[in-house]
């Protein structure tokens, strides 16, 4: 059989990706961007979706596999381990012809300089196409819902009712959400100038979500086919989070903060929507995201006034000048948008739980007293987890009198498949295909 170069590279780069995340902490897109697999190879979206579908079901596999080797692999060949795992996904999850994936892994070997196993390798898969590769199992969690088991009782914890439901939907691909410009184009406008392009019916392509600006595709395409990306017609960001400036500004003006800004979304978002008497302040922490803003506020045609800085060292950055509206992102988990990124699974620990709680509360005690009487602050995270979200608001609403939880002026389409919280508003994920997302709407009172 002719050996498919091409393919043999791509199972080789996915273990090295899928092992870089898994045994060395290191991020998906981080892993992805180092292995440089380039836009002009024609399995470029195969080799990623073997990436994230590996790392998203990993437990379940790495258990699988376990059933066909005879003793622990040696540390020395866990890039083997991983090949693998690879090789194991491929065979359940893809339409690949079953004889391609083994011959292709197995030269993968050789391209990770492990000749001496490629016998190995073409055993225990063989031996794993000739049991049918039936189901699994076992009583582990872990291995039954693909996640670890501190993030399966941290959401039995947070949501009794709805656990299975939040895993279920993190263990599926998200779909591609996009953000129309008002300023330029409507949303109905800009869909139906897709279809255009793509020679395709709009039912093809995608729908209009329940905010005027979003689209729904039913299949991701690369920005350089989206029609006047680069003039700033439109931007992707998921539908969850454009909730964000739709509840903040609602007919209010003003100085605007977008704290924890970067990568500028939900900046770029404000100032899509604001009126000429409305200005917006963007702070990060980190120059390297703050730069990710400016050019993303570039494409867009858009300006701001972009601080790189501590939020919560309000001393080193602020003018003494109130805000009339502050955006809070707060760092969090991003436990709700786990589908779009699952090597938080494998990332992510229970101690920064405790960690992030600390550091949410700081970040919302120091705005505050940036916020004029009668003002709107908007908390908002991509988690699911209480402790990052009403636990936050509970512990400031102690320590401040003048906190006036409000209800999210939001179209009851939304409002409708939204959880109500003691303090907030809750999306879980995969709910109308977005993200999960919290949102706490405080006014500030005066006194």
Not at 181 to 188: A, S
Not at 249 to 276: M, Y
Not at 286 to 292: K, S, V, W
Request: charged share 25%.
């Amino acid at each position: 059989m002719q050996i498919n170069d091409n393919g043999a590279m791509i199972r080789a780069k996915a273990a090295n990706v899928v092992d870089m995340v898994i045994n060395k902490g290191r991020s998906l897109d981080r892993a992805i961007e180092k292995v440089n697999v380039g836009d002009e190879n024609s399995q470029k979206s195969l080799f990623k979706a073997i990436c994230y579908g590996t790392i998203r079901f990993h437990w379940e596999l790495k258990a699988q596999l376990n059933q066909y080797i005879s003793r622990p692999i040696r540390k020395k060949d866990k890039i083997i381990e991983t090949l693998l795992i690879v090789g194991f996904f491929q065979i359940k999850n893809t339409r690949i012809p079953p004889h391609a994936i083994v011959t292709q892994t197995v030269e993968a070997a050789r391209l990770l300089k492990k000749p001496n196993l490629c016998a190995f390798i073409n055993a225990v898969l063989r031996g794993f196409l000739r049991s049918g590769w039936s189901e699994y199992i076992d009583e582990n969690e872990e291995v039954i819902y693909n996640h670890p088991q501190w993030i399966i009782n941290t959401l039995k914890n947070s949501w009794p009712d709805n656990w299975r439901e939040i895993i279920g939907n993190n263990n599926k691909q998200a779909p591609m959400w996009l953000r129309v410009n008002q300023k330029k184009i409507t949303g109905k406008e800009y869909l139906h100038k897709i279809a255009n392009s793509q020679n395709l019916p709009i039912e093809e392509i995608g729908y209009l979500g329940d905010l005027d600006q979003s689209i729904c595709l039913k299949n991701p395409i690369s920005v350089k086919l989206l029609p006047d990306f680069d003039s700033g017609s439109v931007s992707i960001q998921d539908g969850a989070a454009q909730i964000a400036a739709e509840c903040l500004l609602n007919g209010f003006s003003g100085r605007i903060l977008d704290a924890c800004a970067a990568p500028g979304g939900k900046t770029g978002h404000l100032l899509e929507k604001i009126n000429d008497s409305s200005t917006v302040t963007a702070i990060d922490i980190d120059p390297n995201r703050t730069n990710i803003i400016e050019k993303n506020l570039d494409r867009l045609g858009l300006q701001a006034k972009i601080i790189t800085a501590d939020v919560a060292d309000t001393k080193s950055w602020w003018d003494a000048k109130l805000f009339d509206l502050i955006l809070l992102d707060a760092p969090c988990s991003a436990s709700g948008v786990i589908r779009r990124h699952p090597d938080i699974k494998h990332l992510k620990r229970e101690e920064d739980i405790h960690s992030l709680n600390l550091m949410q509360l700081n970040i919302i005690n120091s705005l505050w007293s940036l916020l004029k009487p009668g003002g709107q602050l908007l908390y908002v995270t991509c988690s699911v987890f209480t402790e990052e979200n009403d636990l936050v608001i509970e512990n400031f609403k102690k320590t401040h009198s003048d906190v006036i939880a409000k209800k999210l002026l939001l179209n009851n389409n939304i409002h409708d498949v939204m959880h109500k919280t003691i303090y907030g508003y809750q999306l879980l994920p995969g709910t109308r295909g977005m993200d999960g997302f919290y949102f706490s709407y405080l006014e500030k009172a005066i006194l």
